[in-house]
């Protein structure tokens, strides 16, 4: 969440900015800097108490050694009446600062300077284009014909067994599957990324701080009898793994990798832009993640980008990237740019990526911190995107690469699939 010093320090310009991703902000800083300043006054009062109760408790004592025990019962009298009052006031002020925390979650992170005003996807800025042009046989399918020509998903058995948007991957199916996901999580090992295996499942505390809830949780599956949440991306576990913690100054950067399932609603998704793999209640994704000092984070979003980039271009996939505008930006991102692959029998582009920079927005909520030159802690910064999420790249290599006698597997993904070809 934003920062009490960002809305203290420019509380208009906050405002400003945050009518770039078309969010009325003015109500709740005005309700926020109200109650940061009723706290304050609360605070500068309880300190004036406290100081009372110090001078007339060594009043007490000077006047029993006196002698003087009647004067000495009515300043303890003062002090009981100072104490009640102070906690009065402590308690005023543990409500204030609830009810500030509870208004700063409701606001958005800032977008960087670099975001463009929009109202949604149809004004995102296309930054780069890339990969080869994608040419068709005569009557090319759409990869969810292509599965089921060469039995390698069916979408009709995962309705059987769960419901619509779990399919199951057969044969070569599955075997891609799991090609994919050793190759990218190769590709980001070698990039300097350590792997990690982390749960599933996240409790409220892991949904809170990476800014899942309360901002999305109509879109999680909820384990209601634990209050588990089914992870919707390795995001949120792996970046929970530096929620309250400070880092040491040689402990910062940290790149970390991840695979995991991930689950999403996706409720009120509907229509012919959500058939087959296009739109998923479960599907795979690897995942990465980074936590930088302020002053590098966009250094390190500009090599995440790159990377990302080089594992598509490796795959021989048409694609482009895109800087998303105010106006279809996540609640937690200061800056988003995503990657769609060319779906050629469709006519569509496929989004597989977003790498995004969150800044210290999700570091707060977190406690996520460092120690500087200086060894004072400072608010990390965190960063992740996808590397990549493999539904729509599937259905980008299936439809991409069939040919008359089959599916062709692109050269980089041989040595993991065991076969050059699906026919």
Same mark, same amino acid.
């Given at each position: 969440m934003l920062t009490l010093k960002m809305l203290r320090d420019d509380p208009k310009g906050v405002v400003e900015k945050l009518k770039i991703k078309n969010f009325d902000a003015q109500p709740i800083v005005d309700k926020v800097v109200e109650l940061d300043r009723l706290r304050r006054n609360l605070?500068? @009062?309880?300190?004036?108490? $406290?100081?009372? %109760?110090?001078?007339?408790? @060594?009043?007490?004592?000077? $006047?029993?050694? %006196?002698?003087l025990r009647e004067e000495a019962e009515k300043a303890k009298a003062a002090v009981a009446e100072l104490k009640a009052r102070s906690g009065e006031l402590l308690a005023r002020m543990d409500e204030a600062a609830a009810e500030m925390e509870r208004n700063l979650v409701l606001m958005p992170n800032i977008?960087?300077?670099l975001v463009k005003p929009g109202a949604g996807a149809e004004d995102n800025e296309v930054v780069k284009m890339g990969g080869p042009e994608v040419k068709l046989p005569e009557g090319a399918l759409p990869h969810w014909e292509l599965a089921k020509k060469y039995d390698i998903i069916d979408f009709d058995l995962g309705v059987k067994i769960t419901g619509a948007?779990?399919?199951?991957?057969?044969?070569?199916?599955?075997k891609l599957q799991r090609a994919l996901i050793n190759f990218f999580l190769d590709c980001n090992t070698a990039a300097g990324y350590k792997e990690v295996e982390p749960?599933?499942?996240?409790?409220?505390?892991?949904g809170f701080g990476t800014g899942q809830l309360p901002d999305k949780e109509g879109q999680m599956y909820h384990a209601e009898?634990?209050?588990?949440?089914?992870v919707p991306t390795a995001e949120v576990p792996v970046t929970n793994i530096f929620r309250d913690v400070i880092l040491a100054a040689d402990q910062i950067p940290q790149r970390l990798t991840a695979y995991t399932p991930c689950f999403r609603r996706e409720a009120g998704s509907y229509g012919k832009d959500v058939r087959g793999l296009n739109r998923l209640h479960q599907f795979d994704k690897v995942e990465i993640v980074r936590v930088e000092k302020p002053e590098d984070s966009y250094k390190?979003?500009?090599?995440?980008?790159?990377?990302?980039e080089s594992i598509v271009n490796k795959l021989g996939l048409r694609y482009r990237i895109l800087r998303l505008c105010g106006g279809d930006m996540s609640?937690?991102?200061?800056?988003?740019?995503?990657f769609e692959l060319w779906s050629a029998a469709q006519g569509r582009w496929l989004e597989i990526s977003s790498v995004s920079n969150f800044e210290t927005f999700q570091a707060n909520r977190l406690h996520c911190r460092y120690r500087d030159a200086d060894g004072k802690t400072q608010l990390a910064h965190t960063l992740n995107g996808s590397s990549l999420a493999l539904p729509r790249v599937v259905a980008a290599l299936l439809e991409d690469n069939q040919t008359p006698d089959g599916i062709v597997i692109p050269e980089v993904l041989r040595p993991y699939t065991g076969f050059d070809k699906i026919d």
């Open positions: 605070q500068t @009062e309880s300190d004036a108490i $406290l100081a009372s %109760q110090k001078k007339k408790a @060594e009043e007490i004592g000077a $006047l029993m050694k %006196q002698g977008p960087c300077p948007g779990f399919p199951v991957y057969k044969g070569k199916g599955a749960p599933v499942m996240v409790n409220r505390d892991s009898v634990d209050d588990f949440y089914m390190a979003l500009d090599e995440m980008v790159a990377h990302v609640f937690t991102s200061a800056i988003t740019y995503d």
